[in-house]
T-cell receptor, first 116, second 116 residues
Framework: DADVTQTPRNRITKTGKRIMLECSQTKGHDRMYWYRQDPGLGLRLIYY???????NKGEISDGYSVSRQAQAKFSLSLESAIPNQTALYFC???????????????FGPGTRLTVL | AQSVTQPDIHITVSEGASLELRCNYS??????LFWYVQSPGQGLQLLLK??????LVQGIKGFEAEFKRSQSSFNLRKPSVHWSDAAEYFC??????????????FGTGTQLKVEL
C-alpha cells in the first residue's frame, strides 16, 4: 500500500463550488504539505503543517484553506473554486526527526483538479 | 530567500547517451539539495539528496549528482540514459533549520525526452 494517498485522483467541478481534497499518510510523519503544480511553474507551496495544532500559510494560500484532522490526515479545501485553480495538487510528508533524511519530503500521487 | 533555477526546460537525448541536468540554487548557507523525478501521471519520486559530506551523491536508477559550492550547483547526471528515464525532473532546495520547518523550494523542472 502507498505511504501517502490522495483522494480523489481526478475531479472536475464548476466555478463557485466548494471542494475538498484529502490526504492520508501511514509514514508516521509529523509534517505535511500541500502543493500545486502548474506547467512551467514547478511546485508551489500552498499550506504546511508541523503538527495537528500548527498550520502555516505557504506562498500561494489565497483561496485555499486546510484542516489537519489528525497526524495522518491533512485536507485542502477550495471554498469557492475558480478556473485558475485548475492544477495538479500534491500532498507531501516529512519527518524532521529522521537524522538520516532530514527534510526529505515524500509525495502522494496527486489530484488533478479541473474547474470549469 | 532561497531559489532554484533549472535553466533547461526541455532536453532530448538518445538512448544510451549520457545526461546532465543543470540546477543552480541561491541560498545563504549550505542547503539541503534534492532531485525528484515525475513520470507521466505519477507523483514525485526522490532520486537522491545531499545534506553533507561527500559532494558526489549516488541515487536510484543509476543517477548521481555533484554538489559544487563554488558554483552553487547541484547537477544531475547519468552515464547512459534508458528510454524509461523520460520524465520531468525537479531540483529542490531546503533550509537547514533547527527546530523549524523544512520547506522546500522547487525549480520549474526539466522535461527529458529520450529518442530511441
Amino acid at each position: 500500500d502507498a505511504d501517502v494517498t490522495q483522494t480523489p485522483r481526478n475531479r472536475i467541478t464548476k466555478t463557485g463550488k466548494r471542494i475538498m481534497l484529502e490526504c492520508s499518510q501511514t509514514k508516521g510523519h509529523d509534517r505535511m504539505y500541500w502543493y500545486r503544480q502548474d506547467p512551467g511553474l514547478g511546485l508551489r507551496l500552498i499550506y504546511y503543517s508541523f503538527d495537528v495544532k500548527d498550520i502555516n500559510k505557504g506562498e500561494i494560500s489565497d483561496g485555499y484553506s486546510v484542516s489537519r484532522q489528525a497526524q495522518a490526515k491533512f485536507s485542502l479545501s477550495l471554498e469557492s473554486a475558480i478556473p485558475n485553480q485548475t492544477a495538479l495538487y500534491f500532498c507531501a510528508t516529512s519527518d524532521w526527526g529522521l537524522a538520516e533524511s532530514p527534510g526529505t519530503q515524500y509525495f502522494g500521487p496527486g489530484t488533478r483538479l479541473t474547474v470549469l | 530567500a532561497q531559489s532554484v533555477t533549472q535553466p533547461d526546460i526541455h532536453i532530448t537525448v538518445s538512448e544510451g547517451a549520457s545526461l546532465e541536468l543543470r540546477c543552480n540554487y541561491s541560498y545563504g548557507a549550505t542547503p539541503y539539495l534534492f532531485w525528484y523525478v515525475q513520470s507521466p501521471g505519477q507523483g514525485l519520486q526522490l532520486l537522491l539528496k545531499y545534506f553533507s559530506g561527500d559532494t558526489l551523491v549516488q541515487g536510484i536508477k543509476g543517477f548521481e549528482a555533484e554538489f559544487k559550492r563554488s558554483q552553487s550547483s547541484f547537477n544531475l547526471r547519468k552515464p547512459s540514459v534508458h528510454w524509461s528515464d523520460a520524465a520531468e525532473y525537479f531540483c529542490a532546495v531546503g533550509p537547514i533549520l533547527t527546530g523549524g520547518g523544512n520547506k522546500l523550494t522547487f525549480g520549474t523542472g526539466t522535461q527529458l525526452k529520450v529518442e530511441l
